[in-house]
Structures are given as C-alpha cells and as structure tokens.
C-alpha cells in the first residue's frame, strides 16, 4: 500500500498563500482520485478537493476560486495550492489515496487575523 506524506504547512497571516505536497512512497499514476481533507479542532474531517487520473477536479465550496489541487505522477507527489487565505482554513491537512485508503499524518496550517 502506498504510504503518503504531507509538508508545507505552517503559520501564515490572512490573505497569504501556501502549497502543502503529500509525497508517496510508490507510483501514483494508477491512483484514480486523490483528495486532500482537513480537520479543524473541535470539528469533522471534511473533504476540501479532489483530483482524478483524467485531471477532473472538484472543490468544496469554502475553497472554491482559492486552492488548486494539483498531482504531478511523474514525481508521485499530490499538491494543493491555497491563496487567499482565512482563519477558518486553520486546520490540519490531509491527503488520501481514495483507491487504497492511505493517509497522510497531516500537516498544521494556521492563518492568524
């Protein structure tokens, strides 16, 4: 099973950007539908974009115009662009392989007002 590994986050002030990357251990060129999630304290652990094999994509609706979720196969490496960032984005962020079930451990983003 591939194993994935989330960077990028951190502490940012509102209105500014980051790119978070889920690097994984094996190939992901058969991976149909990567997603990143998040999980903000306190809450449920939501879906915030996907990305299919094809390059179809799709966002919640909080993020939408905002993050750009990317995959690159050939570096087997998922990443999510967010720009324009709010406080409640704060959360930790997670990238799963739909296919396989396989999670990342997260990474922190916290965007201070």
């Known amino acids: 099973q591939v194993q994935l590994v989330e960077s990028g986050g951190g502490l940012v002030q509102a209105g500014g950007s980051l790119t978070l990357s889920c690097a994984a251990s094996?190939?992901?060129?058969?991976?149909?539908?990567m997603a990143w999630y998040r999980q903000a304290p306190g809450k449920q652990r939501e879906l915030v974009a996907t990305?299919?094999?094809?390059?179809?994509?799709n966002y919640a609706d909080s993020v939408k115009g905002r993050f750009t979720i990317s995959r690159d196969n050939a570096k087997n490496t998922l990443y999510l662009q967010m720009n324009s960032l709010k406080p409640e984005d704060t959360a930790v962020y997670y990238c799963?392989?739909?296919?396989?079930?396989?999670w990342g451990q997260g990474t922190q983003v916290t965007v201070s007002s």
């Open positions: 094996g190939t992901i060129s058969r991976i149909n539908t």
């Open positions: 799963n392989a739909w296919d396989s079930g396989a």
């Open positions: 990305i299919t094999r094809r390059g179809s994509l």
